[in-house]
């Protein structure tokens, strides 16, 4: 396990705060970011507002990033796959 640090939501109407949580490390195929940038767009809002009823709280949103790849998993990783999610808008 890795240390993490993000922003996250504790509820439906509190501001982002810093939030600190432990990340897995990379499985197979799998790889670690550093995320460099990072967008929030209208759908990580309705997420952080409940507003579809399924927000698990703290709520991190922000799932459009940009980022250098710090470690990979065992095996062949999934570089490109990576690198168009980090593209998609
Ligand atoms: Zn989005």
């Known amino acids: 396990m890795a240390k993490a640090l993000g922003y996250a939501a504790n509820h439906s109407f509190s501001r982002l705060k810093p939030h600190e949580f432990e990340r897995e490390e990379p499985q197979a195929g799998e790889i670690e970011i550093e995320v460099l940038f990072c967008g929030v767009c209208h759908s990580d809002i309705h997420q952080v507002k409940n507003e579809w009823g399924n927000t698990v709280y703290p709520c991190m949103p922000g799932h ?23 593209w998609a808008a």
């Open 64 to 86: 459009e990033v940009v980022g250098r790849v710090t470690r990979r998993g065992r095996g062949r990783a999934a570089t490109r796959s990576a690198t168009s999610w980090a």
